[in-house]
């Protein structure tokens, strides 16, 4: 009897970790393959008038898992701080930076793309997908081309502030 009751307890241990195993969450990774620095060279009156843009700059394959194939994505960024922090004490607005994305695989032309055209520190959606799948796109980065919104007369100095692309399962 004692032997049956083991037995059981270890069948039905068995069973709930095969249960649990089934119950996996989809997850979503992104990995950069290129472009992880975005250097914006303002140094000609040109620039800063025109302004710069970094056409394919970064390119990520974001792996989305175990997603059932109606369910959805998004890629968001944001910014860490409400503006790009200056080395000598100046700031600068973050809306001269505009990002886009692009698809550089057959899978990622299926994914519904969104242009930022002001980069905040709140998140904001570059693309959307459904399903499973890898995805390879490419990001563009532009500052001060916005003819309304040009450099000129902004202080010049070395801007810093870090980008981040995070994957939310819907």
């Known amino acids: 009897m004692l032997k049956q009751g083991k037995l059981f307890i270890l069948a ?3 069973l709930i ?3 649990l195993k ?3 969450q989809p997850t979503g990774t992104i990995r950069l393959e290129s472009g992880g620095s975005v250097p914006f060279h303002i140094n000609s009156l040109q620039k800063y008038n025109e302004g710069m843009v970094l056409n394919n700059w970064t390119r990520f394959s974001i792996l989305i898992e175990e997603l059932d ?5 998004r890629l968001e960024v944001l910014a860490s ?7 000598y004490g100046k700031d600068l607005e973050l809306d001269y930076i505009s990002i886009t994305a692009v698809a ?3 899978e990622a032309e299926n994914l519904n793309y969104f242009p930022i055209n002001q980069l905040t520190d709140g998140p904001q959606t570059l693309a959307t997908g459904q399903g499973p799948g890898v995805f390879i796109i ?5 500052i001060g081309t916005d ?3 040009a450099l000129l007369g902004e202080h010049p100095d070395y801007y810093f502030v870090q980008i981040f692309f995070d994957i939310k399962i819907d």
Do not use: R, V
Request: glycine content about 6%; hydrophobic content about 35%; proline content about 9%.
């Open 17 to 19: 970790l095969c249960q």
């Open 69 to 73: 194939p109606a369910d959805t994505w």
């Open 138 to 142: 490419w990001i563009t980065y532009s």
């Open 81 to 87: 701080d409400p503006k790009m922090i200056g080395d």
């Open 12 to 14: 039905s241990f068995l």
């Open 22 to 24: 089934g119950i996996s």
């Open 104 to 106: 550089s695989n057959l």
């Open 147 to 149: 003819p309304d919104n």
